[in-house]
């Protein structure tokens, strides 16, 4: 019997701990943002394999971050209430239980599973944000919509091919001064999109190429770059893969 209680509970633990996120404190320095953005928007996944992907974000002091409208009400603490419409067979998981961050914080929720159902799922991550009015604590719903998980079924394997088809490389050097090198490694010559974009969705450079098979390269000037951190991805038209560039003069 205790044997059996051990495996169980190496079982959980291990589900836990593979589940459970970790924030990102490369975007601490950031007054505010939620990534993916909806323009990166979450990887597509597949019936049946194990899918994961993590949100960070960084929580505000003031509310005019998230609603202009809202400008000059301070923020006292942001609760993840719900991800609305998530593919059968995934859950989220925050990395505090209570789903609950405090201003000027970090955070992540991973979201988890194995999909069911093929289909496409418009995502809306559902918060209630605790203000501050007359130093009087009051909530406010808000919802981060826009996002879309595309799940295709296992007879159809192309969308987990091109994933395997296009795979983007690490920055060299990252951080980054005037220049940096970007690879990224395709199976097929096909047309692809390189996108780079700040930490609010802003687009800095969209570029067209047709990849050759192999490893491509694609210089970027990050000269003209204020210094911050940026997302950088490579898309295909069936998955989008995105990695972090920082610039530091």
């Given at each position: 019997m205790k044997k059996l209680l051990f495996i169980t509970f190496s079982l959980f633990s291990f589900t836990f701990n593979y589940s459970q996120c970790v924030p990102d404190p490369t975007f601490a320095d950031s007054t505010f943002g939620v990534w993916p953005t909806p323009q990166t928007n979450f990887s597509a996944g597949d019936i049946g394999v194990f899918y994961d992907e993590?949100?960070?974000?960084?929580?505000?002091?003031?509310?005019?971050?998230?609603d202009s409208a809202a400008a000059g009400t301070y923020i006292d603490s942001i609760v993840l209430s719900s991800v609305t419409n998530l593919p059968p067979g995934l859950t989220y998981q925050c990395d505090i239980?209570?789903?609950?961050?405090?201003?000027?914080?970090?955070?992540?929720?991973?979201?988890?599973?194995?999909?069911?159902?093929?289909?496409?799922?418009?995502?809306?991550?559902d918060a209630?944000?605790?203000?501050?009015?007359?130093l009087t604590p009051f909530p406010v719903a808000y919802s981060f919509d826009g996002y879309t998980i595309n799940i295709g079924p296992t007879s159809d394997n192309s969308l987990g091919s091109s994933f395997s088809n296009l795979t983007l490389e690490n920055p060299v050097p990252n951080p980054s001064n005037n220049s940096t090198n970007i690879g990224y490694n395709s199976k097929n010559p096909e047309s692809v999109s390189f996108e780079i974009t700040n930490l609010i969705g802003e687009v800095i450079q969209y570029e067209n190429f047709v990849s050759n098979i192999g490893l491509n390269n694609i210089s970027v000037n990050t000269s003209i770059f204020p210094n911050g951190v940026y997302l950088y991805s490579i898309s295909n038209g069936l998955i989008r893969s995105t990695k972090r560039l920082i610039v530091h003069h």
């Open positions: 993590v949100v960070y974000f960084k929580v505000p002091r003031d509310a005019g971050n998230i239980p209570s789903c609950t961050w405090n201003f000027d914080s970090v955070g992540c929720a991973s979201i988890s599973g194995t999909p069911t159902t093929s289909g496409s799922y418009q995502i809306s991550l209630t944000v605790w203000t501050q009015i007359f």
